[in-house]
């Protein structure tokens, strides 16, 4: 069973009711093997699997993405890009993470992505057992690996 289906078994509202053992059995992904020929100079395979880690807990808990006045109405589209990114990964034969993916599509991820990095010690102090987790220095990584796509659909 795939960690989509993992976490779509469960949902908790209530961020103190996330255990360790459900982080661990959950949220957290390595997908080394997996990502080695997706990454670039800047980039390493840990971002990848901390940006998975994120999202996997953030729809586990909640589906603002700890952001405030967080429009709902791109969550579909959030969850559609998300699961295209996965499917990247889990393709033998895929070495682009954002293949199949539009623009405003990654935009909606990167701006997801940089809030997290520019609330990253708030975020952490609410979900302290996402630390070993999800890193600011590999979200950092991770949106500037964003930026550099996003400059190809420009270019």
């Known amino acids: 069973m795939n960690n989509i289906s993992k976490i779509s078994d469960i949902s908790i509202n209530n961020v103190d009711q996330v ?71 889990l393709n033998n034969d895929c070495v682009d993470l954002f293949k199949g993916i539009e623009q405003s599509n990654l935009k909606s991820i990167r701006f997801i992505v940089k809030n997290i990095v520019n609330n990253h010690d708030r975020f952490i102090e609410v979900n302290e057992k996402m630390a070993n987790y999800v890193s600011k220095d590999g979200m950092k990584r991770f949106k500037d690996f964003i930026d550099i796509k996003l400059k190809y659909f420009e270019g």
């Open 19 to 89: 255990t360790h053992s459900i982080i661990k059995e959950k949220v957290v992904v390595n997908y080394d093997h997996k990502t080695k020929y997706m990454i670039d100079n800047h980039l390493k395979q840990s971002d990848i699997n901390e940006f998975i880690n994120f999202m996997n807990y953030c729809f586990l808990v909640r589906n603002n993405f700890f952001i405030e006045n967080f429009n709902t109405k791109i969550i579909r589209y959030v969850c559609d890009t998300y699961n295209k990114i996965k499917t990247n990964i």
